[in-house]
């Protein structure tokens, strides 16, 4: 059974910082592509970044300088790193695992960026 656990939203003030955390279980993680994408009240879903098997990344334009993903595979764990957060970053952000030719998805944690 492939599980993705998301943690680390929350509330937090314009131009602070998250971390956002993705522990899965039930695949092999070293070979996934795994990504975060969010989706803001009345708006559909989005990609916001991606990382390859080979730990090569994608970043969605509104996020690139600000935000960064990475992944340790001994800990079966991919990360967000949000930096210079803004109220348009305010989201449920969900981790998804790319697999065998499977899309699996996480829970969502949501970031709200408000003062």
């Known amino acids: 059974q492939v599980q993705l656990v998301e943690s680390g939203g929350g509330l937090v003030q314009p131009g602070g910082s998250l971390r956002l955390s993705c522990a899965a279980s039930g695949i092999r993680f070293s070979i996934a592509t795994m990504a975060w994408y969010r989706q803001a009240p009345e708006k559909q879903r989005e990609l916001v970044a991606t990382i390859r098997s080979d730990s090569v990344t994608n970043y969605a334009d509104s996020v690139k300088g600000r935000f960064t993903i990475s992944r340790d595979n001994a800990k079966n764990t991919v990360y967000l790193q949000m930096n210079g957060l803004k109220p348009e970053d305010t989201a449920v952000y969900y981790c998804?695992?790319?697999?065998?030719?499977?899309?699996?998805w996480g829970q969502g944690t949501q970031v709200t960026v408000s003062s």
């Open positions: 998804n695992a790319q697999y065998l030719w499977q899309n699996y």
